[in-house]
């Protein structure tokens, strides 16, 4: 159980990050939710999570594009909270080009929000961390932090980056009671995805069903969704105090993806 911990999720408001919120809120954890969305919606999933696992669980809004909103989110919690024990780094976007025509500013965002975001986010988090002798950073990349697709240049460098960045955390963390680990997911349906099956049924002329069919089968030899729950199950492990020997590890977590 992690009873009394604070969790900072970045990009929890959907998806993967929200998956893995619920799981450590149901450890225990003090939860900060973070990322873009109605306010209203935001505000009933804060509620919901709190009143279903009984952990305090507050919102911050803070722009991952924006070092200092970053630096503040971190400190807010842990001058609300008291700490700042389990950081995830999840918050995340893509956008599919070929090299030639991929927009410079959306080079930049997926760098900021994939990469830079975990930077600085890490260098806020560390002192306190340091200060309790214990603390676990957990950095969600992906099977493209392991192996590269076309039409992903800033995806694929950005997810290879945060697996580079999470070696040297652990580097620098080592034998402090701190962890720094790599979650790399296949495919999870999450509305990140959702928006890349669109395109492929578009571009094939076939349904939404025969897309996400497709979209498994070329890449995901279970051709299974990873689910988030999933996902957070494994965030909870790296967690533990079981996990306190698992430092600077990718651990994949995509039916087979990387085997190939
Ligand atoms: P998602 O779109 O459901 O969630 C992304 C989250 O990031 C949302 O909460 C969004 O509001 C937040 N976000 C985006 N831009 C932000 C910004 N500027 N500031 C603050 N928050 C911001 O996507 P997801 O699939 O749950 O992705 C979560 C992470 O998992 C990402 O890092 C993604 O690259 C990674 N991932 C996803 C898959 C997949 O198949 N879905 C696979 C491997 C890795």
Redesign the pocket.
């Known amino acids: 159980m992690l009873q009394g911990k604070t969790a900072i999720v970045?990009?929890?408001?959907?998806?993967?990050?929200l998956g893995i919120a619920e799981a450590l809120a149901a450890q225990g954890c003090r939860i900060v939710l973070?990322?873009?969305?109605d306010a209203t919606e935001i505000e009933d999933t804060r509620r919901e999570l709190a009143e279903s696992k009984g952990v305090d669980v507050a919102y911050d809004g803070?722009?991952?594009?924006r070092p200092d909103e970053i630096a503040a989110m971190v400190k807010g919690a842990a001058v609300r909270f008291g700490s700042a024990d389990i950081l995830v780094n999840?918050?995340?976007?893509?956008h599919t080009s070929t090299i030639e025509a991929f927009p410079r500013d959306r080079w930049d965002a997926v760098i900021a929000?994939?990469l830079s975001a975990i930077f600085h986010a890490t260098q806020a988090a560390l002192p306190f961390m340091r200060k309790a002798g214990w603390g676990r950073i957990i950095n969600?990349?992906?099977?493209?932090g392991l192996v590269a697709s076309a039409n992903k240049s800033a995806?694929v460098a950005a997810?290879h980056g945060a697996v580079g960045l999470t070696k040297v955390t652990a580097l620098e963390t080592a034998g402090s009671g701190i962890t720094c680990n790599a979650i790399c997911?296949?495919?999870?349906?999450?509305?990140?995805?959702e928006r890349q099956i669109e395109a492929l049924a578009a571009k094939e002329n076939c349904s939404i069903d025969e897309a996400a069919v497709e979209l498994l089968k070329a890449k995901q030899p279970s051709k299974q969704f990873v689910t988030?729950q999933q996902i957070g199950a494994l965030a909870a492990f790296l967690c533990s105090s079981a996990a306190e020997q698992i430092t600077g590890s990718t651990q994949s977590i995509d039916g087979g993806w990387t085997a190939q």
């Open positions: 970045t990009g929890s408001t959907s998806g993967i990050g973070n990322g873009l969305g803070a722009d991952m594009t999840n918050a995340g976007i893509q929000i994939n969600v990349a992906s099977a493209h995806y997810k997911p296949g495919w999870v349906r999450t509305p990140l995805v988030p």
